[in-house]
């Protein structure tokens, strides 16, 4: 029996869409802060430090509701601990908010009635994920199926005997 065209674009649509998934990542959430959390006294500049940043994570911010709360503001407000004017206000009510990183750019967060002087204050730089580079086919001429996904290749098998 002969297969149809329409066949063969299913399984080229199929395996594109498998193999964006192979390449993808899974959003991270970031706990502000660790195990210190959102709080005074806390240096925030080392602790984003140590973190890598991609579009599409989230930052989740951990406080005592009746103390604190989470703005975005933008560099100058950041600066100058200005809660004036802030871009967005994350906080929710429950003192556990998150905020999802939409853009490849540098992010700042305050918390407002002075207590960004007290260090309550978080820059992120977000960049794009970029995946590993393709790895170049072996020099032998022989074929190799290293570094791809059992799971992947195994769908792939099964998609395409289908």
């Known amino acids: 029996m002969r297969r149809s065209g329409g066949d063969l674009w299913l399984k080229i649509v199929v395996m594109a869409a498998m193999l964006t998934f192979a390449v993808c990542r899974d959003p991270v959430r970031h706990l502000v ?14 602790w984003s430090l140590q973190q890598v940043f991609y579009v599409g ?10 103390l604190f709360n989470v703005l975005e503001v933008n560099e100058t407000s950041y600066g100058n601990c200005s809660d004036q004017g802030f871009i967005f206000n ?4 429950a003192g556990r908010d998150v905020f999802e990183l939409t853009q490849p750019k540098q992010y700042y ?10 260090g309550m204050k978080v820059s992120v730089n977000v960049v794009e994920f970029v995946p590993a580079p393709v ?7 022989s074929y190799m199926i290293k ?10 098998i099964v998609v395409w005997a289908v």
């Open 109 to 118: 967060f305050l918390s407002s009635g002075g207590y960004c002087y007290n």
């Open 90 to 93: 994350i906080t929710r009510g």
């Open 33 to 46: 802060g660790g195990n210190d959390r959102w709080k005074p006294n806390v240096n925030y500049t080392d």
């Open 147 to 156: 570094g791809i996904n059992p799971l992947v290749l195994l769908i792939v």
């Open 57 to 66: 994570d989230w930052l989740y911010f951990v406080y005592d509701r009746n």
């Open 135 to 141: 790895p170049s086919p072996p020099q032998s001429g």
